[in-house]
């Protein structure tokens, strides 16, 4: 987030190679989907849900099970379900410690944690509730994780304790630290399984899912073809199209774009921020038995490095926080210069980067060369060394961003539009963190909305 020169004089050196590649990728894409597809145009449905993230399917199954008689399907743009962020994140069950108390977020982290465990004995889903030590390392740092264990309470997230420094070896044996909390209840799972397990789950029950239908527009039908029952026409990709009463958006990293096309305001954006993991050796895993957090920085827009086991047994370490250059950017030369244009021409993300221009700077300098970000990890795990880490898997955040440069903290939802548009289609344009392990609350809060505005 270090200014935009570097990145403008990176875009005119590489606009070449993007030409020389764009048109064989289009091929390729086109004989994929088309390959693939298997949508019958005109099909009508009660509930159109487009966007086959967690947060979407949750989403669509929570509204099969209220309205069974409901005619019900989900258009995702890729070939199977939770591909991008549901797929491509930490794993984590969080207790909602973090979030400000009586905030819906909080509400909702809580619950939703309650409610994915409750989901995973149901389907025999495998996680492993492993806990998580969020660990103060010097005197400035007590100070942040008393306020934390303050909002901790204040939040019912349950049973979380505030440990000396000499109790964190009885859960972490080899981290050092000086204060703690301790959250017995955070666990682990692989979300993007948990994701499928929605899809499975919708289509027993009713449901039809189209993948590889990327949606282009949402129009009202009038005139001779027109059918009143099913007066939205949604289009995609291939002259695909279905009809629907009614239509919700869940598109994460496309989230303000499918919200443009139903007529809505550009604003807040989505700007796509990459965090990359390391990967601990295999030879050092046994060192990390749960979750291990640094007590966040409040001048810094995100959580910093911490140590996440994962089911396969591996522990990942990080994540960073870099722009990417594409929206579904997941290394360096993922690059899509109209995405990058975007981020780079929008006030909202240049207030961002001149904020935090030192941050944004040294984030990607630690991008470069791992091997500085191993000072940090070794405050809480002195046996790493540079020969125990190397570069892992990575996932892109959306995140909405505000005119004014402000990261867009809380739900955002919107009809816009003219006409049928504004009452029948509601886009959720920001569903934040931690929206995995909120993802059936938030599935609930979503449903009751719906069911409000549109008198379901």
């Known amino acids: 987030m270090a200014g935009t020169g570097f990145y403008i004089h990176w875009l005119r050196s590489s606009i070449k190679y993007q030409r020389s590649v764009l048109s064989t990728h289009r091929l390729a894409k086109s004989f994929t989907t088309r390959k693939l597809s298997s949508t019958k145009n005109g099909a009508c449905y009660d509930i159109v849900v487009v966007g086959g993230g967690i947060v979407g399917m949750a989403t669509a199954r929570e509204l099969q099970i209220r309205y069974p008689n409901f005619k019900l399907a989900v258009l995702e743009k890729e070939r199977e379900l939770g591909v991008h962020q549901s797929g491509h994140n930490s794993g984590v069950i969080h207790a909602g410690i973090y979030y400000k108390p009586g905030s819906l977020k909080a509400r909702l982290c809580v619950e939703g944690m309650h409610l994915a465990y409750k989901f995973l004995d149901e389907k025999c889903i495998p996680y492993k509730k492993c806990g998580k030590l969020i660990v103060a390392t010097n005197e400035l740092e007590i100070g942040r994780l008393m306020d934390l264990y303050e909002r901790a309470k204040q939040n019912n997230c349950p049973d979380i304790e505030l440990i000396e ?14 204060k703690a909390l301790w959250s017995p209840h955070t666990g682990i799972v692989d979300w993007g399984r948990v994701t499928q397990e929605y899809g499975k789950d919708l289509k027993e029950k009713g449901g039809a899912i189209h993948n590889s239908f990327q949606v282009d527009n949402f129009q009202e039908e009038t005139g001779a073809t027109s059918n009143n029952d099913y007066p939205i026409r949604v289009t995609g990709n291939e002259n695909k199209f279905v009809r629907a009463k009614y239509v919700l958006t869940c598109g994460g990293l496309h989230s303000d774009r499918l919200a443009q096309k139903g007529g809505c305001s550009k604003d807040p954006r989505i700007i796509p921020f990459r965090g990359e993991y390391l990967l601990l050796s295999p030879e050092k895993c046994h060192l990390i038995k749960g979750n291990i957090y640094p007590v966040p920085d409040p001048r810094f827009p ?59 700077m040294g984030e990607m300098i630690r991008s470069a060369f791992i091997g500085l970000q191993l000072k940090e990890l070794r405050k809480y795990i002195p046996h790493i060394s540079a020969k125990d880490i190397k570069r892992g898997p990575s996932g892109v955040r959306a995140q909405a961003v505000a005119s004014d440069g402000t990261l867009v903290d809380d739900f955002v939802f919107d009809s816009g539009g003219k006409g049928l548009l504004s009452k029948r289609v509601l886009h959720c344009r920001n569903a934040p963190s931690p929206g995995a392990t909120s993802s059936l609350s938030i599935a609930k809060m979503i449903a009751d909305k719906m069911t409000k505005q549109m008198d379901l």
């Not at 000499?166 to 080899?174: G, V, Y």
């Not at 089911?311 to 994540?319: E, K, R």
């Open 302 to 360: 995100f959580l910093g490095v911490h140590f996440t086991p994962r089911m396969d047994g591996s522990v990942w370490l990080g994540p960073n926080a870099i722009l990417a250059f594409k929206r579904e950017g997941y290394r360096w030369r993922d690059i899509d210069f109209s995405d990058l244009l975007d981020a780079l021409k929008y006030p909202g993300f240049q207030k961002l980067a001149f904020k935090y221009a030192v941050f944004g």
């Open 165 to 178: 420094g000499k109790d964190i070896k009885k859960h972490e044996p080899h981290c050092e630290g000086v």
